[in-house]
Nanobody, 121 residues
Framework: QVPLIDSGGGLVQAGGSLRLSCVAS????????MAWFRQAPGEEREFVAQ???????TYADSVKGRFTISRDNSKNTVYLQMNSLKPEDTAIYSC???????????????WGQGTQVTVSS
């Protein structure tokens, strides 16, 4: 059973918005640090945003002020609201759950399958 299911990606023009969702099953998002990472073709996976169990939030500099991570414990879901999208935001976005606080992929134990975001210029 895949514990995290990502969705919400798509094709959008530059300046547009998307909201990604990460629905958890088999784990409770409120018990974990949750994060979003992204990976563009030919690039390494990079940190985007994270939210701690106490609702502390951290963002990559490249998305600060444009992206917002949030969590709805009643729906066991984590969201990534992405505004003012740029072509360089194009990537596969994946959510992750871990018991530690960090921006390194290896710190996370569970991963979603990823959802493609494509931003056209």
């Amino acid at each position: 059973q895949v514990p995290l299911i990502d969705s919400g990606g798509g094709l959008v023009q530059a300046g547009g918005s998307l909201r990604l969702s990460c629905v958890a099953s088999g784990l409770i998002v409120g018990d974990y640090g949750m994060a979003w990472f992204r990976q563009a073709p030919g690039e390494e996976r990079e940190f985007v945003a994270q939210i701690s169990r106490s609702d502390g939030r951290t963002y990559a500099d490249s998305v600060k002020g444009r992206f917002t991570i949030s969590r709805d414990n009643s729906k066991n879901t984590v969201y990534l609201q992405m505004n003012s999208l740029k072509p360089e935001d194009t990537a596969i976005y994946s959510c992750a759950a871990g018991t530690v606080w960090g921006t390194t992929p290896s710190m996370y134990d569970y991963w979603g399958q990823g959802t493609q975001v494509t931003v056209s210029s």
